[in-house]
């Protein structure tokens, strides 16, 4: 089984490459190897390596970055899934598996599953949500057997020489250092989910065994958790820092039931949160005294 992995060095990616290389032969690719925005690009990637499966990790993300640059989320996220879709149409690859985001539903109080109603309130959830929709589209069209993945928030340590981005531990660890305080939007009583990179990687490896005709799609539940919650835990685990809310910032609840996943996949989230934020205060605390050694 010939597997091409795109976004390979992300997050997931970096979880996902040791995990598929139990079942087949992977070829990962990231932006200095493939450029999913130009057509060219895919069309030579798969020129080289003929794959009996795609798996599409390569994006932008970030709810804040994509309301200033629209244009770019939908290159990256949306045309970059059609050029590699219209690859697989082209080179009769079959099998296709994409990494979503849960944000296409928008904003819930009540657990979203498979069929809620699609809402992105963001050009990130717009563009991922546009790219679910030539998903389908493929799928129908050309027989492509594809799986939709969305998880909420994906969370775990980033190593160096990576930058810290669009983590929201991170974040707010910095803000602890900083100045003490971890600010909240509202009263910080909005709930989101949490998940290791790891545990959306075993979905992944799951959904390529499990091998569903048509489309599936699956929602990736992590650890339930209001904003205050996470906080409080984040400040136990460094051992200081207060909590502040911020009344004026908008803030919103997303939850969903990962109920499909489990019956179908066999998923369930291994990685509880406290072990999520350990292991990220570790690498951070980490970085910080390697940095103060050296200035």
Same mark, same amino acid.
């Given at each position: ?17 040791? /995990? ?10 990231? /932006? @200095?190897?493939? @450029? ?8 030579? #990637?798969?020129? *080289?390596?003929? %794959? ?18 629209? @244009? ?6 949306? /045309? ?7 690859? #697989?149409?082209?080179? !009769?690859? &079959? ?10 539903? !928008?904003?819930? *109080?009540? %657990? ?28 129908? +069209? ?43 939007? !509202?009263?910080?009583?909005? *709930?989101? *989910? ?7 990687? /075993? $979905? ?6 499990? #091998?569903?005709?048509? #489309?599936?799609?699956?929602?990736? $539940? ?5 904003? &205050? ?8 685990? $460094? !051992? ?15 939850? +969903? ?24 205060? @570790? ?13």
């Amino acid at each position: 089984m010939r597997i091409l992995v795109t976004g390979a060095r992300g997050l997931v990616g970096r979880s996902l490459l040791p /995990l598929l290389g139990e079942i087949g032969d992977i070829r990962g690719t990231d /932006l @200095d190897s493939l @450029d999913v925005t130009e057509a060219s690009s895919v069309t030579k #990637c798969f020129e *080289e390596y003929v %794959p009996d499966i795609v798996v599409h990790l390569a994006a932008r993300k970030g709810n804040a970055a994509s309301r200033q640059r629209p @244009d770019e989320f939908f290159r990256v996220n949306t /045309l970059g899934t059609l050029n590699l879709l219209e690859g #697989c149409r082209r080179h !009769g690859v &079959k099998e296709f598996v994409f990494l979503s985001s849960a944000t296409v539903h !928008g904003q819930s *109080e009540t %657990p979203v599953d498979e069929s809620s109603p699609v809402r992105p309130l963001h050009p990130y959830g717009a563009s991922k949500a546009s790219a679910e929709a030539f998903v389908h589209a493929y799928s129908k +069209s050309y027989g492509i057997n594809a799986v939709i993945l969305r998880p909420n928030f994906i969370v775990g340590a980033i190593y160096q020489p990576e930058p810290y981005t669009d983590n929201i531990i991170y974040d707010f660890l910095r803000d602890i250092d900083a100045r003490g305080v971890i600010e909240l939007a !509202g009263d910080g009583s909005y *709930e989101r *989910e949490w998940v290791h990179p790891t545990d959306v990687a /075993l $979905a992944v490896k799951a959904a390529i065994l499990s #091998c569903p005709s048509g #489309c599936e799609t699956f929602m990736l $539940a992590g650890h339930r958790q209001s904003m &205050k919650e996470l906080a409080k835990r984040i400040i136990a685990i $460094a !051992g200081k820092g207060e909590v502040r809310a911020q009344a004026a910032m908008p803030g919103f609840t997303l939850v +969903s039931s990962s109920m499909k996943a489990k019956h179908l996949l066999g998923w369930q989230p291994r990685y509880e949160l406290d072990m999520i934020i350990k292991e990220i205060w @570790d690498e951070y605390a980490g970085r910080q005294n390697h940095h103060h050694h050296r200035n």
